[in-house]
């Protein structure tokens, strides 16, 4: 069993950055593919962007060249440096791991997923 504990959510004003973590507990970890996923009130969980086990990454055509995901396997480990925040960005997010290391899904089809941590983009 795999467990994800996110952190770094938080305040910020429009235009500041945040990089949330995501630490994951098992050995298998560095074989996983990764993912963030968000979640605004009354929206359905989208994808925002993945990281697959050798570091290929994919990304959210709204988050691009504002987001960056990354990983550091030996602290089991995967970060989402998120700068330029908009209010649209405000969401809970989701950490997501999946054992098919290799592929990307933009879809919520991971095998462990995260309890959440909330961004909040004032105005």
Same mark, same amino acid.
């Given at each position: ?9 938080g305040l910020v004003q429009?235009g500041g950055s945040l ?5 994951? *507990?098992?050995?298998?970890? *560095? ?27 994919? /990304?959210?055509?709204?988050? =691009?060249?504002?987001?960056?995901? *990354?990983?550091?396997?030996? =602290?089991?480990? @995967?970060?989402? %440096?998120?700068?330029?925040l908009k209010p649209e ?9 999946? %054992?098919?290391? @290799? @592929? ?7 095998? /462990?997923?995260? %309890? ?5 983009? *004032?105005?």
């Amino acid at each position: 069993q795999v467990q994800l504990v996110e952190s770094g959510g938080g305040l910020v004003q429009a235009g500041g950055s945040l990089r949330l973590s995501c630490a994951a *507990s098992g050995r298998t970890f *560095s074989r996983y593919a990764m993912g963030w996923f968000r979640q605004a009130p009354g929206k359905e969980r989208e994808f925002v962007a993945g990281i697959t086990y050798i570091g290929l990454t994919k /990304y959210a055509d709204s988050v =691009k060249g504002r987001f960056t995901i *990354s990983r550091e396997n030996t =602290k089991n480990t @995967v970060y989402l %440096q998120m700068n330029n925040l908009k209010p649209e960005d405000t969401a809970v997010y989701y950490c997501a791991g999946r %054992q098919t290391g @290799v @592929v990307i899904s933009t879809k919520p089809e991971y095998d /462990y997923w995260g %309890q959440g941590t909330q961004v909040t983009v *004032s105005s």
